[in-house]
């Protein structure tokens, strides 16, 4: 299958009637067939039209049943093979194997969401039974399940064509919790979302389900994301992106007659904590190990670990020349597009304005390459600005060399929210350790020890999100199993007769899921 | 214990130096000593400091400390005694019986909360282990616990002087979370709030907590409020009030450089839909009971039923006879402020105008009687009337004469969100409430049969929640065991040292607390 350059309302495909968007080949410079034109007014009012005649439905469907088109979007997307593939790599630069990882874990993302709707924990089903001979007041009957909170607005990134765009971990959870997902493809990669949305529009079809249960809109400019966020059949919205982008989404929606929750991942830098036993003893193999995630993906993840933070002297000093020395042997690596590119470029200037220069890796070759970058500063000097705390998106970093322990914790203290903080620690260092965790804790959505941030498991534990900026909402996460419950809302049902009970609360547990009864938890 | 006109900064009594706070006696129109001054800059600032100081100790403090400090508390309004159920009679009009009744309520709920925090569901611990032999890469080990977001900002409720006010389900949720708590009072009620306030200071000193775990300040006017939310160190918000005073606070808690989550609860007019079978065959009880929710606690509940919808004919007109017969016979009882009598008379003025009346009560003496009002309108109107759809706080309620079933249906998709709707069913309604029941899922957090939403039971499966404007966030519920969610976030710890993993989180459970293993449930 080819991209066609269309938006996908619902079972058609529409031409767009606004301006042109082409992707770019960042490897090349080069545009890109097909053509598309972005909705506009119309063309969201429609998606979110269908949207709310298939939620009706959608919502009630059963859980295998919802479950099953989990898995069948999975196998459709399989089912696309190399066509996706090779589109995804012209319109991002980014090498097969890193795609083809990408699409497996979209796909194993689905899958594990088919097994949550399945296991139906996301229900947080409470009954608690009526006490007709309570004194001095007889208790009701009682039971509570989560429900769908309605229609979705989920905005593809850039950086994970496949695994957080069009059919990754925000459209899969939302279609999980029983809502239909409109989604704004990311301009940069306008081919894969079409594919990738003419394999769910096919599950959709395949499955029997309402055809607004998804729809695929393109567009340049904010014009036509604002537009579908303040559609007041949205109920809910999920991005991954700048944090500007994400602030706007966030202002757009407090501003409805209406507001409604958006879950914007937005900006982490990632700090990563060297403590000193582990840099004496195992500086150099740190030092590996950092430039490596650094480098990965040219730096161009959301846990990129953007700051190290250590104290002064001969150990501190070793690993920054180690990673000095990794630095300047990285290979320079095609950067997503053009924006981000030249985005990096001002980064890095103006980190190059606050900070002193470590190394930088080869400038590379093509239009795009991203030109690895190591700077350091002082504790001090970190403490007293704010420009040093600015996500530089790419392979850029950042060595504070504070004069003690009792620095870097005030550094720690000092962050804004972050996704992730990581220790490298030994036995020696565990004091240490325990001092900063309370603030780690406060900090960031997932404390690492002796590992990396790059690299977020799709699992039930874990958290991808974090307090303001990391996110616009730390009560949550946008991966893992737990991302269902963001678009979910509880209904409590009281003294309702049997017959009209949903099936999830009916007497005898007809779906088999754990329930709270009581407050005792029957699994 | 006596009130002594002070504002509770951790275990300082203070007095304000802003602008005189006096309680009025609503049945006389009496004002009471002693005189409140309220609170300004300085003592928001110190209180949220102290909390700021306590949170780091307390939100970790063991599950056996926290849950003993809540039954310290409850003990400790206990032992007020009659000093506290005069005093709030005093200051809301509110009869004994139903002041005894509220305190009990609240007792009962921190001792519910206290055995929340105790079973440990609310820490939704997640473990998936390591799998080191997984190809092509291994899975580190992963561990999801939820901890306290930080201070919580709760403000006191006019119409529940204890249950939801100084130590009401908002504090009790929050300090079950692990959350230190800054109560700005409700002026209606100082004294109450004071003598409240000063059983939780004791309880805090009795536990040996830290001082900051608990303040409450007073301050007329908006400002102090105001302040408290926008104050850097607050985390989240509690409040039950109007939809303006809700809507002023999630501007502010919007606008921080932080923005930060607001729990508000704040308009419903609770529709009672009368399916033609009930209403035929017991029009005349239904209406005695409906009149009986009307009234109670002078219609001062967020549950009262503002709304009753049924098919016009014979069988309606006999249900709102029986109900004008009733309003007629329900003696005035006296409203809680001045302010909120005078908002009832401008409510049932603006329903007068837009409504037909079908009977008042007595005029009732004292100087603000709540005197009971029916109106009727048809379905048409009410679906081109945004006038009809508001709540008017006091024992008055409307009548919706529909067409037939269709029109019910639309009225009910008309609805803004609601805490509740009611349906009124006998065994031939089912297939019509089958009809309704999808839309007022919708609607509202919770759904009755066959009762009266006045009444909310404290336990597991309750939801006192809804779509806005019912609340800010339909995700939640301010009632109930499910209220502590509202005060935690999330925190993954990936492969952290056995040492530094919190207790819950430890090999073995030492905690006993239920958890999902892998995605399995364990009880």
């Known amino acids: 299958m080819q991209p066609a350059g269309t938006l996908l309302l619902g079972q058609q495909a529409v031409t767009g009637t606004r301006g042109e ?23 969201v009012a429609r998606a979110c039209e269908l949207a709310e005649e298939a939620f009706a439905g959608y919502r009630e469907s059963s859980l295998e049943a919802r479950a099953t088109f989990l898995e069948t979007v999975a196998g459709e997307i399989e089912a696309l093979g190399d066509a996706l593939i090779e589109r995804a790599m012209a319109e991002t630069g980014l090498p097969r194997a890193r795609l083809e990882g990408e ?23 409470r009954l608690d039974p009526a006490l007709p001979e309570r004194a001095p007041m007889p208790r009701v009957d009682l039971r509570q399940r989560h429900v769908a909170l309605g229609p979705v607005a989920v905005f593809g990134a850039s950086n994970f064509p496949l695994a957080f765009s069009v059919a990754g971990g925000d459209t899969a959870s939302a279609l999980a919790a029983g809502c239909p997902v409109v989604v704004k493809a990311h301009s940069a990669h306008p081919g894969t979302s079409e594919l990738v949305g003419r394999a769910v529009q096919q599950a959709v079809a395949q499955c ?38 994400g602030l706007a989404l966030m202002a757009t929606a407090q501003a409805r007659p209406q507001p409604i929750p958006v879950y914007a991942e937005m900006s982490s830098i990632n700090p990563v904590f060297l403590l000193p036993e582990a840099l004496a003893t195992r500086g150099a193999e740190i030092a590996e190990g950092f430039v490596g995630s650094v480098n990965m993906g040219a730096g161009q993840f959301c846990t990129n670990p953007g700051l190290v933070i250590g104290v002064k002297g001969a150990a501190l000093d070793a690993f920054v020349a180690a990673a000095g020395e990794a630095v300047r042997g990285s290979a320079a690596q095609t950067m997503l597009t053009p924006g981000i590119y030249a985005a990096y470029g001002d980064g890095v200037s103006q980190l190059a304005g606050e900070a002193r220069e470590i190394a930088r890796g080869p400038a590379g070759e093509g239009p795009h390459p991203c030109q690895t970058a190591l700077f350091a500063a002082r504790g001090a000097d970190f403490l007293n600005s704010e420009a040093l705390q600015a996500e530089v998106f790419g392979a850029a970093s950042l060595v504070i060399e504070c004069d003690d322990l009792d620095q870097v914790k005030a550094v720690a203290e000092h962050l804004e929210g972050q996704l992730t903080a990581t220790l490298q620690l030994d036995d020696g260092d565990v004091e240490a350790a325990r001092t900063l965790l309370p603030v780690l804790e406060r900090k960031a959505g997932r404390v690492l020890a002796n590992g990396w941030p790059t690299g977020v498991e799709v699992c039930h534990a874990m958290v991808h999100g974090g307090p303001f900026p990391a996110t616009s909402d730390s009560r949550t ?10 678009f979910l809302r509880p209904v409590c049902y009281q003294n309702l007769p049997a017959d009209l009970l949903p099936e999830a609360l009916k007497d005898g547990n007809p779906l088999g899921v754990t329930r709270l009864v009581d407050g005792k938890r029957e699994a």
């Open 21 to 43: 968007i082409r992707a770019i080949d960042p490897s090349s410079g080069e545009a890109l067939e097909p053509i598309y034109r972005g909705g506009g007014e119309f063309e």
């Open 477 to 486: 996460t946008s991966v893992g199993s737990a991302a269902i419950q963001r």
């Open 208 to 245: 029997g389900l309402p055809e607004g249960v998804f729809s695929v809109l393109f567009g340049s400019g904010k014009e036509i994301g604002q537009a579908l966020v303040a559609d007041p059949r949205i109920q809910a919205v999920g991005f991954t992106g700048s944090r500007s982008g």
């Open 103 to 125: 699409c497996g874990r979209t796909c194993g993302q689905l899958r594990l969401f088919a097994s949550v709707v399945r296991a139906g924990e996301w229900l947080d089903v």
